[in-house]
């Protein structure tokens, strides 16, 4: 399971649309690790001052590993997140996180980051497993 939903969250979602602060706070509280990554990479690209920003450190578990997997692999989580930290978020080889501003997305980097070249790229036989 990818949440921890608690009945209160659930019976929300029953009666009709849940509110973005509700939803990702359930992500951030069942996903620790992945909201970790995805902060970091956020703080980095609002930090740094330009339009790219990435993580690469590959997850110390398997754990952390199904929690970014999870949490990027949802068209809904993910989009969450995007809303909440206002930028769009890339993902490769099951770990590599990148946030690009809004304004960024379409542009040389991003498709670059997002392209098959790019996946192929970034390949290494230790990222293989993932």
Known sequence: MSLNVSPALLAAAERGP???EEF???VRDSLPYAWEVVSKVMTDLR???GDFADHEIPPPTELERGQLLRALASDSIRGGLERHFGAKLA???CHRVAAFSFGAVGGDRYRAFVSPRGQLLNQSPELRNC
């Open 18 to 20: 849940v509110a973005d």
């Open 24 to 26: 990702v706070a359930c």
């Open 91 to 93: 993902f490769q080889n």
């Open 47 to 49: 930090s740094g001052g």
